[in-house]
């Protein structure tokens, strides 16, 4: 499930992903980030990942077009996670993506909305 939450700015853009990630999930993922996107540049991204467990195939692939199609997007991601596994994830997003990208232990989830804060 990927659920969305309020990050009181437009420049910010802010989700949990918990269980295992299905096609639905990009169906509602994917035209919120494009309206954010739609809304300014230099988007920063928080993703947290709670109780995470992978993609269906669907959407392992709905995640490879996203990387695709978002690959100049963002400004910074933050990926907050609680496992080794999600880490070794963000650092091979690197090459999908303009965006700075940096992982955060889930106990340094202020570490990483102070770090997508910093001016450059």
Do not use: N
């Amino acid at each position: 499930m990927i659920e969305q939450f309020q990050t009181g700015s437009s420049q910010f853009i802010g989700f949990t992903v918990s269980g295992k990630l299905h096609d639905e999930d990009y169906r509602t993922f994917v035209p919120a980030v494009d309206a954010a996107i739609a809304e300014r540049t230099g988007i920063r991204l928080f993703i947290e990942f709670a109780d995470f467990h992978g993609w269906d195939l669907h959407a392992a692939w709905d995640d490879i077009q996203f990387a695709a199609t978002h690959y100049s997007a963002f400004d910074r991601i933050a990926v907050v996670g609680e496992k080794a596994w999600e880490g070794w994830m963000a650092r091979l997003c690197k090459p999908f993506t303009h965006a700075t990208v940096r992982y955060f232990d889930s106990s340094e989830a202020e570490a990483a909305w102070a770090w997508l804060r910093e001016d450059r």
